[in-house]
């Protein structure tokens, strides 16, 4: 059976995307990224000290926080609640960042990624990953000009997406309203180079196939390569060699 989605998209069109760097003031690299009605503020913060797993090593670090505001959901949410969901989503998107950064390059010190979602309608932990490494190169960048690192140690753009089947339809780009009733939810997340780094997924009722799978990871490929082509006009003079 064909849907109609929520916001009469085709099945494999992303939601529009607006993204606006230098949000904040006092951040080392920040951006405010809307994934439709998603909004979520990335903010990247430099710190000269790492874990003491890396101390003396000459290795630095990248980590994230993730949390919602109050508000951010159609009824009021604890504020500072950090619940196994938040802890998870915090997990993912460290590791994604940590998969395109040279660490060994950074030098001994940490750079923490803080996403706070102010308006959430699907999507939240993809747009964090996308806003996440926005904020990332940035403060990267600030780094290199100030000569405390000699290269922004980027290997690869990062991008992410959710995908999934509702009523036997593919979908590219989950709104909350479809989110909260698929069949299959799947996130994925690549690099430029067309290598994963996350696949989450499950079949929210019933089972998928091997061919639904391969469905999904196409369209949620197709929807990475757009949002890879905007970091890529973007990052045109800060990242020119990739």
């Given at each position: 059976?064909?849907?109609?989605?929520?916001?009469?998209?085709?099945?494999?069109?992303?939601?529009?995307?607006?993204?606006?760097?230098?949000?904040?003031?006092?951040?080392?690299?920040?951006?405010?990224?809307?994934?439709?009605?998603?909004?979520?503020?990335?903010?990247?913060?430099?710190?000269?000290?790492?874990?003491?797993?890396?101390?003396?090593?000459?290795?630095?670090?990248?980590?994230?926080?993730?949390?919602?505001?109050?508000?951010?959901?159609?009824?009021?949410?604890?504020?500072?609640?950090?619940?196994?969901?938040?802890?998870?989503?915090?997990?993912?998107?460290?590791?994604?960042?940590?998969?395109?950064v040279d660490l060994k390059k950074i030098g001994e010190r940490s750079i923490k990624i803080d996403c706070?979602?102010?308006?959430?309608?699907?999507?939240?932990?993809?747009?964090?990953?996308?806003?996440?490494?926005?904020?990332?190169?940035?403060?990267?960048?600030?780094?290199?000009?100030?000569?405390?690192?000699?290269?922004?140690?980027?290997?690869?753009?990062?991008?992410?997406?959710?995908?999934?089947?509702?009523?036997?339809?593919?979908?590219?780009?989950?709104?909350?309203?479809?989110?909260?009733?698929?069949?299959?939810?799947?996130?994925?997340?690549?690099?430029?180079?067309?290598?994963?780094?996350?696949?989450?997924?499950?079949?929210?009722?019933?089972?998928?196939?091997?061919?639904?799978?391969?469905?999904?990871?196409?369209?949620?490929?197709?929807?990475?390569?757009?949002?890879?082509?905007?970091?890529?006009?973007?990052?045109?003079?800060?990242?020119?060699?990739?």
């Open positions: 059976m064909k849907v109609t989605r929520i916001d009469k998209r085709e099945f494999d069109q992303l939601r529009k995307i607006n993204i606006k760097r230098n949000y904040i003031k006092y951040a080392e690299g920040s951006c405010l990224i809307e994934l439709g009605n998603t909004k979520v503020i990335c903010n990247a913060s430099v710190e000269e000290s790492v874990p003491a797993f890396l101390r003396n090593t000459g290795e630095g670090w990248v980590t994230a926080e993730y949390r919602m505001l109050p508000r951010s959901t159609h009824t009021r949410m604890q504020r500072d609640k950090i619940s196994g969901r938040n802890m998870e989503i915090q997990r993912l998107i460290g590791r994604c960042l940590r998969s395109v706070d979602v102010i308006q959430a309608d699907g999507g939240t932990r993809v747009a964090s990953v996308i806003g996440g490494f926005i904020a990332l190169v940035d403060s990267l960048n600030g780094l290199y000009k100030q000569k405390k690192i000699y290269e922004i140690c980027i290997n690869d753009f990062l991008g992410a997406v959710s995908v999934g089947i509702l009523e036997g339809n593919h979908l590219l780009d989950l709104a909350y309203g479809e989110d909260s009733k698929v069949d299959v939810d799947l996130n994925i997340v690549m690099k430029g180079n067309g290598e994963f780094v996350e696949l989450q997924g499950a079949a929210e009722q019933g089972t998928f196939s091997h061919k639904d799978l391969n469905k999904l990871i196409t369209l949620g490929q197709k929807g990475i390569d757009e949002i890879i082509d905007i970091q890529r006009k973007m990052f045109k003079d800060v990242l020119p060699n990739l």
